[in-house]
């Protein structure tokens, strides 16, 4: 699968939890490989559609944009 359908899959799983979840959450929701999942929330934080904090074991991600985030991939 290309990784523009893993970025859809992992925003779906953001909007599906009020647009944050952590980063276990959206692997086991989205049902995509961890390091697939590392590499496509460093493309969209570099895109300023999300932002990942670490909160002592637990990386957290952050929807910072809405829908528009479809026409961007």
Do not use: D, F
Request: hydrophobic share 40%.
């Amino acid at each position: 699968m290309p990784t523009k359908n893993y970025a859809g899959l992992i925003i779906a799983v953001l909007e599906k939890y009020g647009g944050s979840a952590p980063q276990a959450l959206i692997v086991k929701e989205a049902k995509i490989p961890q390091p697939a999942v590392s590499k496509v929330l460093k493309s969209l934080e570099e895109k300023g559609l999300i932002a990942r904090e670490r909160l002592g074991r637990v990386k957290a991600v952050r929807l910072l944009s809405g829908p528009q985030y479809r026409t961007q991939n």
